[in-house]
């Protein structure tokens, strides 16, 4: 009897050690946990400060072409306005080959117009789609090097 005794008492024992040992291993998952969560967060605002380091970047980007397209577009309706002071001939007919056209139908002068008038709307966009920011950047950096290369 006395080692039944002692085996309960010994079982009693590590009851008590497995118990304290789950309490243990609940309290590291917990931990575990939050340290997950923590990290989580810490990825989370790496990816953001990326992402809006990127975005400044293009924003940057961005103004620097529409400044550039700017000048070029105001320096060409310069032109285009002397252009078409020559333009008008005997009867007072506009001359429509040699003026800015906005569609894909005629022949074009230039396209800076059209550029311009994207960049306004892209730049009204601006702060409501970062995705579609870098493709329309991509966009307009083509159709400005098309219509640079056409010109030049």
Do not use: C
């Not at 306005?81 to 080959?97: E, G, V």
């Amino acid at each position: 009897m006395i080692d039944n005794q002692s085996l309960i008492i010994r079982m009693g024992e590590l009851e008590e050690r497995i118990n304290l040992q789950n309490q243990e291993i609940e309290n590291l998952r917990k931990e575990f946990s939050e340290l997950n969560e923590k990290l989580t967060l810490l990825v989370q605002l790496e990816v953001n400060v990326q992402l809006e380091s990127k975005f400044n970047y293009m924003k940057q980007e961005f103004d620097n072409y529409k400044n550039e397209l700017n000048s070029r577009f105001n320096n060409n309706n310069n032109n285009i306005n002397n252009i078409n002071d020559n333009d008008l001939n005997n009867n007072n007919n506009y001359n429509y080959n040699n003026r800015i056209a906005f569609d894909n139908t005629t022949p074009h002068y230039n396209n800076f117009g059209n550029i311009h008038k994207e960049l306004q709307n892209l730049a009204n966009e601006l702060n409501n789609d970062r995705e579609s920011f870098t493709e329309r950047m991509n966009s307009l950096r083509n159709m400005y090097n098309n219509q640079y290369n056409f010109n030049f």
